[in-house]
T-cell receptor, first 113, second 113 residues
């Protein structure tokens, strides 16, 4: 158990819909990262937050947005969903930027039909 | 542009033998490299890392080698055990500039008796 909690574990929805994925980082970790893993692909970096502020952005679509709340949990919002958005979405946390190792949650599997 | 590449999607090794997983990178600015292991239905877990100032790091049965001139790193597992069967991801970062990790596509290792 990495200490990072993601909900929901599985989600099935239809094209055009909007979903929210939630992540609670390890106790004490201030930095949260979101990654997307599509079929047979590596983990693609989406976005990073540190202590409530956006710190780095990767290949995140404009239809996607995220935030980190004062209690340090984070949410990833995916809207106008398309079939290609079906993927595993991982959240990871670290104590602080530059600490090296990331601790990953078990992921949220999104299926868009 | 895939900056971190794992060209072997899968590898099969007999128990007790050495497993060698390879990873190539293209960005010479990367200065910190990590290996993660992923079991089905779980998030990736950190295995071992190496800084660009070193060429070898060892932790028990796991050793990572870094060849900066070739932009290549490898993970050696000796001896391989059935419990090592998993997907292994190589990751890299520009540690001094950004702490986001760039992942390869992974290599599925199967260790058979």
């Amino acid at each position: 158990d990495s200490g990072v909690t993601q909900t929901p574990k599985h989600l099935i929805t239809a094209t055009g819909q909007r979903v929210t994925l939630r992540c609670s980082p390890r106790s004490g970790d201030l930095s949260v990262y979101w990654y997307q893993q599509s079929l047979d692909q590596g983990l693609q970096f989406l976005i990073q937050y540190y202590n409530g502020e956006e710190r780095a952005k990767g290949n995140i679509l404009e239809r996607f947005s995220a935030q980190q709340f004062p209690d340090l949990h984070s949410e990833l919002n995916l809207s106008s969903l398309e079939l290609g958005d079906s993927a595993l979405y991982f959240c990871a946390s670290s104590v602080a930027p530059g600490s090296g190792e990331l601790f990953f949650g078990e992921g949220s599997r999104l299926t868009v039909l | 542009d895939q900056q971190v590449k794992q060209n072997s999607p899968s590898l099969s090794v007999q128990e007790g033998r050495i497993s060698i997983l390879n990873c190539d990178y293209t960005n010479s600015m990367f200065d910190y490299f990590l290996w993660y292991k992923k079991y089905p239905a779980e998030g990736p877990t950190f295995l071992i890392s190496i800084s660009s100032i070193k060429d070898k790091n060892e932790d028990g049965r796991f050793t990572v080698f870094l060849n900066k001139s070739a932009k290549h790193l490898s993970l050696h597992i000796v001896p391989s055990q059935p419990g090592d069967s998993a997907v292994y991801f190589c990751a890299a970062s520009k540690f001094r500039v950004s702490d986001k990790l760039i992942f390869g596509t992974g290599t599925r290792l199967q260790v058979f008796p």
